[in-house]
């Protein structure tokens, strides 16, 4: 197993491996990725004095709950689903929110995570909303049927108005089976990837996954911060095309901000895992001589920019050459976000 599957099989596998209900085969895998991931190491320790004081000294179950607990953990850490390569972020990061859902409170389903009044629930049905356009242009069945035209924002007013009437496991249940069908969908038929779905603007159905990857990972984010959950970065394969895409819908915002842009475009240079080094022309079909500036940040945090999840005058970011335009990048990258 490769490093970065293995920290994303251990990632799920940390809760169960707390509370003693892992294989012995998963317990081996879990102790040897301990030794080599500070972060991982740092959240199984504290996992284990949680349980600790649930539980007594003695973290072992009791006779007989091991293959019960071992079944619970299972079924709150259900996997990924199996999809092309073009969509395993979207398939991670449904599954990373899935396990972060299975353990929240009644009051916390309440708690407002995002624009100031959408609560966990809200945000949920919102991505089942979402998402529900792309399942339904690669010819899968939802409900209601999606008509022709329809935007997101105006799919989830329809969405919110049904889900705030249902239990938040029904939810829940509904959002994940419509994320895992529609990976089985793209898997079973390849023919799909070269098709398009419309979202706020047209797009090839691989870009259109990356998307849903990106915006289950920002609200996942805004879920654990107003639950005190954990978060873990995607891993660095599914964090490179979500960068990737931002870099490349990024002068459809910085055309509406940058006058006469002329043949200038901006080097945009992202560091750490999932990084990488995009040349970003000011308007979308403009041909360019040189960088009139170069921009160096951190992968997640430019993300986490797109996402409208970062204060552009916040963001630590190395600035060479027009500082002025550079600074313009920046402020123009949460354009991409949308609720």
């Known amino acids: 197993m490769t490093g970065t599957s293995s920290h994303e099989a251990v990632v799920r596998l940390l809760g169960a491996w707390a509370l003693d209900a892992c294989s012995p085969e998963e317990d081996d895998l879990v102790r040897v990725h301990l030794n080599r991931c500070p972060s991982c190491a740092r959240e199984a320790h504290a996992l284990r004095e949680v349980a600790a004081e649930l539980g007594g000294n003695d973290l072992r179950p009791p006779a007989g709950t091991t293959a019960a607990a071992r079944a619970t953990a299972q079924e709150i850490r259900r996997p990924a689903a199996a999809a092309p390569a073009y969509a395993a972020p979207y398939a991670a990061q449904v599954a990373a929110l899935d396990l972060t859902l299975a353990g929240l409170t009644a009051e916390e389903w309440r708690r407002v995570a995002a624009y100031g009044e959408w609560t966990v629930h809200d945000?949920?049905?919102?991505?089942?909303?979402?998402?529900?356009?792309?399942?339904?242009?690669?010819?899968?069945?939802?409900?209601?049927?999606?008509?022709?035209?329809?935007?997101?924002?105006?799919?989830?007013?329809v969405a919110l108005h049904r889900e705030r009437r249902r239990p938040v496991e029904e939810t829940r249940r509904s959002w994940r089976a419509q994320a895992d069908a529609l990976c089985g969908q793209l898997a079973r038929r390849p023919s799909l990837a070269a098709g398009e779905v419309r979202l706020e603007r047209?797009?090839?159905?691989?870009?259109?996954?990356?998307?849903?990857?990106?915006?289950?990972?920002?609200?996942?984010?805004?879920?654990?911060?107003?639950?005190?959950?954990?978060?873990?970065?995607?891993?660095?394969?599914?964090?490179?095309?979500?960068?990737?895409?931002?870099?490349?819908?990024?002068?459809?915002?910085?055309?509406r901000r940058v006058a006469a842009p002329g043949?200038?475009?901006?080097?945009?240079?992202?560091?750490?895992?999932?990084?990488?080094?995009?040349?970003?022309?000011?308007?979308?079909?403009v041909a360019w001589t040189g960088p009139a500036a170069v921009l160096t940040l951190d992968t997640v945090e430019f993300c986490m920019l797109a996402g409208d999840r970062r204060h552009p005058g916040r963001v630590r970011a190395e600035i060479r050459g027009d500082e002025a335009l550079g600074r313009e990048v920046l402020a123009a990258a949460p354009g991409l976000a949308g609720p």
């Open 263 to 285: 043949d200038r475009y901006v080097r945009l240079h992202l560091t750490g895992a999932g990084g990488g080094t995009w040349n970003v022309p000011l308007a979308p079909g």
């Open 123 to 157: 945000l949920l049905a919102h991505l089942a909303a979402t998402d529900s356009l792309v399942a339904a242009a690669v010819g899968l069945a939802v409900r209601p049927p999606v008509e022709p035209g329809t935007s997101p924002i105006a799919r989830t007013t």
């Open 202 to 255: 047209t797009m090839p159905v691989p870009d259109a996954l990356v998307a849903r990857a990106f915006e289950t990972w920002v609200h996942a984010s805004d879920i654990a911060a107003v639950t005190g959950r954990p978060t873990v970065p995607p891993l660095p394969e599914h964090l490179h095309p979500m960068a990737d895409l931002a870099t490349r819908m990024l002068p459809y915002v910085l055309g």
